[in-house]
């Protein structure tokens, strides 16, 4: 008899464990405290920032993988650079980095990004992915309430056997951090509650203080961060460089930390 490494464990046990253990945490998040849409940098550090001050926090990402254009920042050459300050985010997140020049760092986006991930998980943040937000909740004063979503491969699906409908979570707040899509935004768009301007040009000097400086709630119970924000606003766009991303991300969940305190009181 050959010696066995492994338990007796069998295909059933394994099923169980999936659907119940998906299920549990699905069930338990269709009410959150913030939504985020959007699983790139700015996503996950607002995420991050949240769930460490208690807030149940959830990420709704469409991709199989977080972190949007962080994996492989610029030109897919897997590197990605930050302008200082940034690098006092990586230094929090433990990524290591070297100084190119006075004022600009660069990292692996691989190294950098799964730290991102990691520590946003380890803060608390559930993540459901494979999940495209598709429409907003609104309840009254017109404010955003929750999400609509759907599985990402239903909107692959040919048209004549796409009668899946969608459902819907709720929340106190809701975050785009979809970057250029700006896709919560545009939904407020199409019914005339916002207007989006479209990114401008790049220029880095100018783009990332900007995009720190308009974070913020832009509709009542939806707060804008990362490139979308640019998006939205009519900013210049700022290419391979993400501090402004980690502190969009920073800045969003202190406003959000803020509104928090008074929705609650
Ligand atoms: O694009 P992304 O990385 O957004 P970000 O946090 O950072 C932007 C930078 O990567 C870079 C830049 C500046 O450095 O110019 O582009 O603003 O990540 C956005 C995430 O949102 C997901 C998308 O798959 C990506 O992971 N996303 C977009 N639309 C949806 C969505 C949607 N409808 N439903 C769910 N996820």
Redesign the pocket.
């Known amino acids: 008899m050959e010696k066995k490494i492994f338990s007796d464990v069998g295909e059933k046990e394994v099923t169980r464990a999936i659907v119940e253990g998906f299920a549990k945490t699905f069930n338990e998040y269709v009410e959150s405290d913030v939504i985020i ?9 607002a995420g991050r920032e949240l769930a460490s001050s208690g807030f149940k926090t959830l990420i ?4 199989n ?6 994996w492989i ?1 610029g030109y897919l050459m897997n590197k ?1 650079t930050v302008r200082a300050p940034g690098q006092e985010v990586l230094d929090e997140l433990g990524v290591p980095y070297e100084e190119v020049i006075e004022g600009l760092y660069m990292t692996d986006g691989p190294h950098a990004c799964s730290r991102l991930i990691a520590s946003a998980c380890d803060a608390g943040v559930k993540i459901i992915n494979m ?4 429409d907003i909740v609104i309840r009254e004063g017109n404010r955003v309430s929750g999400v609509v ?1 759907n599985w ?1 491969p239903v909107s692959a699906l040919p048209r004549e056997i796409t009668c899946v409908d969608p459902v819907a979570l709720e929340s106190k707040m809701v975050v785009d ?5 700006a ?2 935004v545009s939904k407020l768009e199409e019914r005339g509650l916002i207007k989006t301007k479209g990114y401008g040009a790049m220029w880095v000097e100018k ?1 990332e203080d900007l ?1 720190v400086e308009y974070t913020g709630e832009v509709h009542p119970g939806l707060v804008v ?6 998006t939205l606003y009519g900013l210049p ?6 501090g ?2 980690l502190l ?2 920073k800045k969003g969940a202190e406003v959000i930390k803020e509104k928090m305190a008074v929705v609650s009181k």
Do not use: C, Q, W
């Open positions: 849409i959007g699983g790139g940098p700015s996503g996950l550090m709704v990402e469409r991709n993988y977080l972190g949007g254009g962080f920042g990605v999940t495209k937000f598709d979503i990402t951090a979809t970057g250029h899509d896709s919560v783009s995009v961060m990362g490139m979308a924000v640019s766009r700022m290419g391979p460089t993400f402004a991303m969009s991300g």
